[in-house]
């Protein structure tokens, strides 16, 4: 089955308490991305990959750092977590990222920083 | 900057009436736009998508949605809702540049017997 799956789905954490969350697509698609959902803010992006070893940052990057070592995988990392890094996480990857291609998304990480 | 504005947070309707749940975009480019669906603790799943070419496009589950370039608007409607249709949609454009999702802040959909 085609999905992107994530690691954990709920996760609770204190303060500076370094943390990955894990993503990994079976589609072989070039592209892939973090999103952040908040209430009232819909969906933003932290950052993306376009290829292997091609990241950049999106529109909300402060505080995460990503890696793309594998076709495959897409980890996110919180060197220190801060309260306002509460938030629901998605990954999303697609065949590439021009075209209108359709992005498919994961299930979604809960996390929560006390 | 492309920017998405869902101009409802919360769309209440009774089972089997019609529904529109209302998009605007801003867009100095030529765009590509979404609608996404999230249910209930699950992730977004693509609901319809607007390219190019006709301007009404459809969804498998009897929504639809008009690319109206002139009122910078993509507006999902259904004729007739039904329970399992209660979720938030987010409507989204896309950034050719990035591949970048601009989501608008997301309708909740609450459909009542």
């Known amino acids: 089955e085609a999905q992107v799956t994530q690691n954990p789905r709920y996760l609770i954490t204190v303060t500076g308490k370094k943390l990955t969350v894990t993503c990994s697509q079976n589609?072989?698609?070039?592209?892939m991305s973090w999103y952040r959902q908040d209430p009232g803010l819909g969906l933003r992006q932290i950052y993306y990959?376009?290829?292997?070893?091609?990241?950049d940052k999106g529109d909300v990057p402060e505080g995460y750092k990503v890696s793309r070592k594998e076709k495959r995988n897409f980890p996110l990392i919180l060197e220190s977590p801060s309260p306002n890094q509460t938030s629901l996480y998605f990954c999303?990857?697609?065949?590439?990222?021009?075209?209108?291609?359709?992005?498919?998304f994961g299930p979604g990480t809960r996390l929560t920083v006390t | 900057a492309q920017s998405v504005t869902q101009l409802d947070s919360q769309v209440p309707v009774f089972e089997e009436a019609p529904v529109e749940l209302r998009c605007n975009y801003s867009?100095?480019?030529?765009?590509?736009l979404f609608w996404y669906v999230q249910y209930p603790n699950q992730g977004l799943q693509l609901l319809l998508k607007?390219?190019?070419?006709?301007?009404l496009v459809e969804s498998i589950n009897g929504f639809e949605a008009e690319f109206n370039k002139s009122q910078t608007s993509f507006h999902l409607r259904k004729p007739s809702v039904h329970i399992s249709d209660t979720a938030e949609y987010f409507c989204?454009?896309?950034?050719?540049?990035?591949?970048?999702?601009?989501f608008g802040q997301g309708t909740t959909l609450q459909v009542k017997p």
């Open positions: 607007y390219l190019s070419g006709s301007t």
């Open positions: 867009s100095s480019v030529s765009v590509y």
């Open positions: 989204a454009v896309s950034d050719p540049g990035t591949g970048k999702l601009i």
């Open positions: 589609m072989n698609h070039e592209y």
């Open positions: 999303a990857s697609s065949l590439t990222s021009g075209y209108g291609y359709e992005q498919y």
């Open positions: 990959s376009m290829n292997v070893e091609v990241t």
